[in-house]
């Protein structure tokens, strides 16, 4: 005869979305040391070394929650489940997008056969100088030629690549931020109504934040695909 589970409190379910916020968070302000053979990965590289390690985190804690309640025993905590999961579900597709953009950039530069020689580079930047000059000060120039130099790039392709690498590590910091301030929404929908008023019904709005957003983001996607 199995003895009946006393329910997650609703302190411990906040804890377990806040926890995941946290990390989800610390996803931003991971730094990792970049050659300066690879500036241009630089936005890119502190999210895609630490995102999967975040991902295995949330993981194994998800495995644990299940575990311990492996069918949620109140509407708190299959809210607290809908939320977690779908945060989970999010940072791993956005991390697999990040994924495929580092390696098309890497494609595009050569990555990993070798630099082209620096004659050969700086003869092309010579040509293409002009394409860009107006849009910087002498300063910035010479910082785009340097780092170009070091990358074995012409400084325009330098700055396309540089562009495409910023641009990748904007939508993997959108997608954190949206997530952890998701599951900060539902911890504190979860910690601070009572128990009974938390629930999931057929309405949109009561579903937590996290899922609501999956939901727009999938609709947005069909239609632009119309």
Not at 58 to 74: G, K, S, Y
Not at 192 to 213: F, H, K, Y
């Amino acid at each position: 005869m199995t003895a009946n589970r006393a329910p997650v409190a609703r302190t411990e379910l906040a804890g377990l979305l806040t926890d995941a916020a946290r990390n989800v968070s610390g996803i931003l302000t991971a730094e990792y040391p970049t050659a300066a053979s690879r500036s241009y990965l630089h936005p890119v590289l502190g999210a895609l070394a630490s995102g999967p390690r975040v991902v295995c985190e949330l993981n194994d804690r998800l495995e644990e929650f299940v575990a311990d309640e492996p069918l949620p025993a109140t509407p708190a905590g299959l809210f607290t489940l809908a939320s977690y999961a779908s945060a989970l579900g999010w940072l791993t597709e956005s991390l697999a997008e990040l994924t495929t953009s580092v390696d098309q950039l890497c494609t595009r530069v050569g990555i990993p056969t070798e630099p082209p020689h620096p004659a050969f580079a700086a003869t092309i930047g010579v040509e293409q100088d002009s394409e860009f000059d107006f849009a910087f000060n002498a300063l910035e120039l010479a910082a785009i030629r340097t780092a170009a130099e070091a990358a074995g790039l012409a400084p325009g392709d330098y700055v396309e690549v540089l562009s495409e690498s910023l641009l990748a590590a904007s939508r993997i910091t959108d997608a954190c931020m949206e997530i952890s301030s998701g599951l900060l929404e539902d911890a504190a929908y979860v910690l601070n109504e009572a128990t009974d008023q938390v629930w999931i019904g057929d309405g949109p709005d009561s579903l937590p934040t996290l899922v609501r957003s999956l939901l727009a983001r999938m609709e947005a996607a069909e239609s632009a695909s119309h």
